[in-house]
């Protein structure tokens, strides 16, 4: 049995090519998936908020994705503002930490 080195070879180095080519392709696609997860951790809520509404309009002239289904960023951006709102509430020093306070009480109260 006679071995075609020659054609061995370009038939290996063909596959290798191919298979890098399919790695860089997954890199650059999860590089850029990492690109969006930082910045959605580092935004201000007014970036969150205005980038959240450039989709939503987008997402509203596109037909609602032709399902009504919000788009995978648009929640990823969601959550996250409601995240921060959430860590912003449980800061708030203002805000009554007794578990039996009705805020229907407020007002009954004052007509004393």
């Known amino acids: 049995m006679k071995i075609y080195w020659k054609k061995l070879f370009e038939l290996s180095g063909l596959l290798l090519a191919g298979t ?11 590089k850029n998936s990492n690109s969006f997860e930082s910045w959605l951790g580092t935004a201000s809520d007014d970036d969150l908020s205005d980038n959240y509404e450039e989709r939503r309009q987008q997402w509203l002239k ?32 203002c805000r009554n930490t007794d578990p039996n306070f ?11």
């Open 62 to 93: 596109d037909g609602c994705g032709g399902n009504g289904e919000k788009t995978a960023e648009m929640k990823k951006i969601d959550s996250e503002m409601s995240r921060r709102a959430a860590e912003k509430w449980e800061k708030n020093p």
């Open 102 to 112: 009705r805020w229907t009480d407020v007002n009954r109260w004052d007509k004393d």
């Open 20 to 30: 890098g080519a399919v790695i860089v392709a997954i890199c650059s696609a999860s």
